[in-house]
């Protein structure tokens, strides 16, 4: 049999050390692993003599929570001698068209000191998909018996529903409970992108929300989007011209043909747009955001308070803006209630509508009551955490 590239390079090693040692007297050669004889492969044809790792989590069939950075856990390589660096080799697959699973990752990272090694996948995960992974050590190039194989199951995404007085629209199935206006993209296990500023998902609620919240996450939008005052977000009475709608709620993220791009500020009006004493306007204030991370933008309304909130990453999150306006006794009470992502165009043209590139996930609207978590989580959320 044939003696294989990481067996000659293990076994010159080894040379060199003993040379060195017999050269240099009081010198002490660096421990190096056993490779075996050409005839004498391990199994798999591994080089390297030590055991296979013992994998722990997550373990066979378990179903995750999260969708990304799924954590693995392995039991370390050991044995009295193993006294050079060990480094895992992750192989992850997912199971599907290929009998044998395409590979999406394949770190080697060094084995940490312990008991285990946690290696972070941080890939997203495609909805309900299964997946396998395995680990083995190796060193110098040679490699070890590769461990027994774990499956695990992404999670499953629930129905979205429009129910009474609450929506629940996850947005990352490739569908919508809502009614799709212009252009869309659909990134499935990511959300839904609105890609022009005349793009919209528009929702009818059965029931009036006189008093609720309305929240969804939000991704790829900044200062430089194209746009004036671009919404993120918007409520109305009916149809018509949003803009002087008795009902009007617009959250905006003002884009770079405004004065000062990226100003946040909301509006609501309760009840008559011809009366300035039910107008209502959040201080406008200029925030940092950027278009990689993922922002929670959530209102809220009730008796005479309105608040707008927007944090980096979800419930939990960095604190971005926050203002909550004083609002007329006049009860909010749309009939029917229309809502938006993004916005339809007003009176002043597209360049007032949606802010176009923005990617949208998990929308929830409700009465006055948690933000549940869910299947694809709001990120730096812990999966239990509510607010």
């Known amino acids: 049999m044939r003696t294989t590239s990481a067996f000659a390079l293990v076994s010159g090693t080894l040379i060199l050390a003993v040379a060195v040692a017999c050269s240099q007297p009081g010198t002490q050669s660096i421990p190096s ?16 003599k030590v055991p296979a790792p013992t994998l722990q989590s997550p373990a066979n069939n378990q ?19 193993i006294s050079f660096p060990i480094t895992l080799e992750f192989e992850v697959r997912l199971l599907g068209s290929n009998p044998a699973g395409t590979l999406i990752a394949n770190p080697k990272v060094p ?55 609450e929506i629940f629209d996850s947005l990352t199935d490739g ?23 005349t793009s919209r998902i528009t929702y009818t609620l059965p029931v009036t929300l006189q008093e609720g919240t309305f929240s969804m996450m939000i991704r790829g939008v900044d200062e430089s989007n194209p746009g004036d005052k671009s919404k993120i977000m918007s409520m109305q009475e009916n149809g018509g011209d949003i803009t002087s709608n008795d009902y009007r709620m617009t959250v905006e993220l003002r884009g770079r043909n405004y004065v000062t791009p990226g100003a946040v500020q909301a509006r609501i009006i309760t009840g008559d747009a011809g009366d300035e004493k039910h107008i209502h306007d959040t201080p406008r204030r200029v925030v940092d955001f950027n278009d990689e991370d993922w ?10 308070l309105f608040t707008l909130e927007v944090r980096r990453g979800g419930p939990n999150g960095q604190v971005m803006y ?28 597209a360049i007032d509508a949606t802010a176009a590139g923005m990617i949208v996930k998990n ?25």
């Open 33 to 48: 692993p056993t490779a075996p004889a050409s005839d004498d492969l391990g199994p798999g044809g591994s080089t390297l």
């Open 63 to 81: 179903q995750v929570t999260a969708t990304t950075n799924i954590s693995l856990v392995t039991g370390n390589v050991s044995g009295t001698n």
């Open 111 to 165: 084995q940490s000191s312990g008991a285990t090694t946690t290696w972070v996948l941080p890939n997203q995960l495609d909805t309900s998909a299964l997946y396998t992974w395995r680990v083995r050590a190796t060193y110098s190039g040679a490699f070890g018996p590769w461990s027994s194989t774990f499956t695990f199951k992404a999670p499953d995404i629930p129905p979205s529903y429009i129910r009474g007085n």
């Open 175 to 197: 569908k919508t409970v809502g009614t799709v206006f212009g252009n869309v993209q659909w990134l499935p296990g990511v959300g839904v992108k609105l890609l022009n500023q």
């Open 295 to 304: 922002f929670l933008w959530r209102c809220t309304w009730q008796n005479n």
């Open 322 to 349: 926050s203002a909550t306006q004083a609002t007329s006794t006049r009860a909010y009470r749309p009939i029917p209630h229309v809502i938006h992502i993004g916005a339809p165009v007003g009176r002043a043209g």
């Open 363 to 387: 929308l929830w609207v409700s009465p006055l009551q948690t933000r549940p978590s869910f299947p694809f989580p709001d990120v730096l959320a812990s999966p239990s955490s509510r607010r």
